[in-house]
C-alpha cells in the first residue's frame, strides 16, 4: 500500500495506456487532458467506473494517463484497467470489489480482430465467389 509512485498498463486490442498514481487531490489526466473534458461523454463515464468504486481512495490519489494505438473505444478499455490496477496495487483490499464487480476491470480482454485473408477484400472469412458454376 503507501508507495509513493505506482506505475500500471492496460491493453484492449492494439490500445495501450500506463497509469502513473502519485499522492494527490483526486485529479485524472489523460494525455494532458482533464477526464472533465473528455469527450465522448460515454466513454468518461466509463473511465470514472473504478473511480467511483474505490470511493473515498480516488480522492487520494492523481493518475497521469498517456494512452496510445487502437481506436476510443478501445482506449477507453485500456484506460479502466490501468486505472484499476494502480488503485488495486496502492489499496489491495479493492481488488476483490473490482473482481467483484466486472473482472474486466482488472484483466486484460486478449481478443485480436482477424487478420486479412488472400482473395476476401479485406473479409476475414468470405471468399470471392466464383461466378462460372
Known amino acids: ?7 500500471s498498463s492496460g491493453k484492449r486490442k492494439t490500445a495501450i495506456a500506463r497509469a502513473k498514481l502519485t499522492k494527490g487531490k483526486g485529479n485524472v489526466i489523460i494525455n494532458k487532458t482533464p477526464l472533465s473534458l473528455f469527450k465522448p461523454e460515454i466513454y468518461a463515464l466509463r473511465i470514472k467506473e473504478p473511480l467511483i468504486i474505490a470511493g ?12 496510445q494505438g487502437g481506436g476510443i473505444s478501445s482506449q477507453t478499455d485500456a484506460i479502466r484497467i490501468a486505472i484499476s490496477n494502480a488503485l488495486a496495487e496502492f489499496k489491495p483490499a479493492l481488488k476483490q470489489v473490482f473482481l467483484d464487480y466486472d473482472r474486466a476491470m482488472l484483466v486484460s480482454d486478449v481478443r485480436l480482430k482477424e ?19
Open 56 to 67: 473515498e481512495t480516488a480522492n487520494q490519489v492523481n493518475l497521469k494517463i498517456s494512452v
Open 1 to 7: 500500500m503507501k508507495k509513493s509512485i505506482i506505475q
Open 115 to 133: 487478420t486479412k485473408k488472400p482473395n476476401s477484400q479485406g473479409n476475414a472469412r468470405a471468399k470471392r465467389q466464383k461466378s462460372y458454376r
